[in-house]
């Protein structure tokens, strides 16, 4: 499992843990349902939209930067 899908898979865990729906998370973020579902289970989503999504239901992300020397 790769670093977004372990991440897709904590958001929806949290999700669960607060009691919140894919329907509420697309109100808040002005988009439809369908495109909340495709945010959390495919690998057609950038990080910048699971950063935010992590942030809506309060998971902290840590991002990590490796330079090359």
């Known amino acids: 499992m790769n ?3 372990q991440l897709q898979e904590a ?6 843990l607060k009691g919140m729906t894919q ?4 109100k808040e973020l002005n988009v439809s ?3 909340v579902q495709i945010f ?12 935010e ?3 809506m239901v309060g ?3 840590e991002i990590r930067t ?3 020397s």
Do not use: W
């Open 11 to 16: 958001i929806l865990e949290r999700m669960k």
């Open 53 to 55: 999504l992590a942030g």
């Open 33 to 35: 349902k369908q495109a």
């Open 40 to 51: 959390l289970k495919t690998d057609n989503v950038g990080y910048e939209k699971l950063f």
């Open 66 to 68: 490796y330079v090359k």
């Open 23 to 26: 329907i509420s998370l697309a």
């Open 59 to 61: 998971l902290a992300v």
């Open 3 to 5: 670093y977004k899908q």
